[in-house]
């Protein structure tokens, strides 16, 4: 069966949801694991701190689920009821100080950004431009903050996410951040409009 562009959406995710969200997180680590990728280590994301700051993220408004909807009709009255399914998730930081420490040396206001995080589609649902729509979603999203760059970051050494960002999502790669684990940092400016 065909799933138009239409059944995809996103929802912040609420505070009851943190093992949905941490459980997509370990499920990509593993994978990445698996194939070679270095970006997350399985398990870091159920340790304490990690998911202290997910929690957190949760608790005001800033981690996001992408949601797969299909119409089920009742067998009672033939009423069409939505069935969503979750199927990744991202978070978007506006004040975080993650991103300070990665972006004060290259910008001047490193405030004046949107940053995505943890953007993950589960494997199955590869293929229908997900991606690309979660990173117009961050773009809006700053847009009604009065942001103008979306910005993100992934390990330096993570060839195929850096290709991505750099040749497909239209970004600017800047230097890599020299610290103790070095992360390739990348911009955009904002160019979503509001409806």
Same mark, same amino acid.
């Given at each position: 069966m065909a799933i138009s562009a239409e059944q995809f959406s996103f929802?912040?995710? +609420?505070?009851? $949801?943190?093992?949905?969200? #941490?459980? #997509?997180?370990?499920? /990509?680590?593993?994978?990445? $694991? /698996?194939? %070679?990728?270095?970006?997350? #280590?399985?398990g870091s994301f159920v340790a304490p701190k990690t998911r202290a700051h997910i929690e957190n993220? #949760?608790?005001?408004?800033? /981690?996001?689920?992408?949601? %797969?909807?299909?119409? /089920?009709?009742?067998?009672?009255?033939n009423d069409s009821k939505d069935n969503e399914t979750i199927i990744g998730t991202?978070?978007?930081?506006?004040?975080?100080?993650?991103?300070?420490?990665?972006?004060?040396?290259l910008v001047d206001d490193w405030s004046d950004a949107v940053y995505l995080h943890r953007l993950v589609v589960e494997r199955e649902y590869k293929g229908y431009g997900l991606g690309p729509k979660a990173l117009h979603f961050a773009e809006l999203e700053g847009l009604k903050r009065? +942001?103008?760059?979306?910005r993100l970051d992934c390990m330096a050494d993570?060839?195929?996410? +850096?290709?991505?960002?750099? $040749? %497909?999502?239209?970004? %600017? *790669?800047? $230097?890599?951040?020299?610290? *103790?684990?070095?992360?390739?940092?990348? *911009?955009?400016?904002?160019?979503a409009t509001l409806p």
């Open positions: 929802r912040t995710a +609420k505070p009851d $949801e943190l093992d949905i969200f #941490i459980d #997509i997180l370990e499920r /990509a680590a593993l994978w990445m $694991e /698996a194939n %070679k990728l270095n970006q997350w #280590i399985p993220t #949760i608790s005001i408004g800033n /981690a996001y689920f992408i949601i %797969k909807s299909s119409s /089920a009709s009742t067998s009672d009255n991202f978070t978007l930081n506006y004040t975080d100080p993650f991103d300070q420490m990665l972006w004060t040396d009065g +942001k103008h760059y979306l993570n060839k195929l996410l +850096k290709t991505y960002y750099r $040749e %497909k999502a239209g970004f %600017k *790669e800047f $230097e890599d951040y020299p610290g *103790e684990r070095l992360f390739g940092r990348f *911009e955009r400016p904002i160019t």
